[in-house]
């Protein structure tokens, strides 16, 4: 008998920086907060789309392009994207990988981000800038999940990759990848202090 593992669903993790990486990270924490006080545009925006939060999403979504600390954070993920898509045997030639969103998100106590997906980009991730103990992973869900219509529930002690969501712990100086049509959600922070992260999608031109 043989049984294959096939149409796998990679995500990847890693530390930003293998050592060094808290000056960056504490400067990028310090402007996400300037962001958001400065961004009346994206509180309106989150007060109706993202309630208790704040994303610059609608407002500023490419802050690699105006911040130069958002812009070190890019040429320090571009390696991590370049590997993960060696992994997935991307044929990348004549066309690049390139960052084309960076945002911001703070979620305080109770806020949730729903379920969705990242339309029209190729690589997705999050790098997590501050997690308070307590704080909300990432949670992942199978993508065949729709059409299991008559499957049975998963083992509760099931392998990670029999269960129909999985959740990514959340670590403050560390980032997770996905490929963009991975659909998943944060679930509401029950921490006491502000959950943030910093959202980007790159693209194959």
Same mark, same amino acid.
């Given at each position: 008998?043989?049984?294959?593992?096939?149409?796998?669903?990679?995500?990847?993790?890693?530390?930003?920086?293998?050592?060094?990486?808290?000056?960056?990270?504490? *400067?990028?924490?310090?402007?996400?907060?300037?962001?958001? %006080?400065? !961004?009346? +545009? =994206? @509180?309106?925006?989150?007060?109706?789309?993202?309630?208790?939060?704040?994303?610059?999403?609608?407002?500023?979504?490419?802050?690699?392009?105006?911040?130069?600390?958002?812009?070190?954070?890019?040429?320090?993920?571009? *390696?991590?994207?370049?590997?993960?898509?060696?992994?997935? %045997?991307? !044929?990348? +030639? =004549? @066309?690049?990988?390139?960052?084309?969103?960076?945002?911001?998100?703070?979620?305080?106590?109770?806020?949730?981000?729903?379920?969705?997906?990242?339309?029209?980009?190729?690589?997705?991730?999050?790098?997590?800038?501050?997690?308070?103990?307590?704080?909300?992973?990432?949670?992942?869900?199978?993508?065949?999940?729709? @059409?299991?219509?008559?499957?049975?529930?998963?083992?509760?002690?099931?392998?990670?990759?029999?269960?129909?969501?999985?959740?990514?712990?959340?670590?403050?100086?560390?980032?997770?990848?996905?490929?963009?049509?991975?659909?998943?959600?944060?679930?509401?922070?029950?921490?006491?202090?502000?959950?943030?992260?910093?959202?980007?999608?790159?693209?194959?031109?």
């Amino acid at each position: 008998m043989t049984i294959r593992a096939l149409f796998p669903t990679h995500v990847y993790t890693a530390k930003l920086q293998p050592r060094g990486g808290r000056a960056l990270t504490e *400067r990028l924490k310090h402007e996400c907060r300037q962001l958001r %006080a400065d !961004d009346p +545009a =994206g @509180r309106r925006w989150s007060q109706a789309n993202y309630p208790g939060g704040y994303t610059s999403y609608s407002s500023a979504s490419r802050m690699h392009t105006v911040s130069p600390t958002f812009a070190r954070l890019e040429q320090q993920l571009d *390696r991590h994207v370049l590997g993960f898509a060696r992994s997935l %045997a991307f !044929d990348l +030639a =004549g @066309r690049s990988l390139a960052m084309t969103d960076c945002w911001v998100n703070i979620m305080p106590r109770g806020v949730t981000h729903g379920l969705h997906l990242h339309p029209l980009s190729t690589i997705s991730g999050t790098f997590y800038v501050d997690t308070p103990r307590g704080s909300p992973g990432l949670k992942l869900e199978d993508p065949r999940l729709e @059409r299991m219509m008559a499957a049975p529930p998963r083992l509760a002690n099931a392998r990670a990759d029999r269960q129909p969501w999985v959740v990514i712990p959340a670590a403050a100086g560390s980032v997770v990848l996905f490929e963009s049509w991975l659909r998943h959600e944060v679930p509401a922070n029950p921490a006491r202090t502000e959950r943030m992260s910093i959202s980007f999608n790159y693209s194959w031109f």
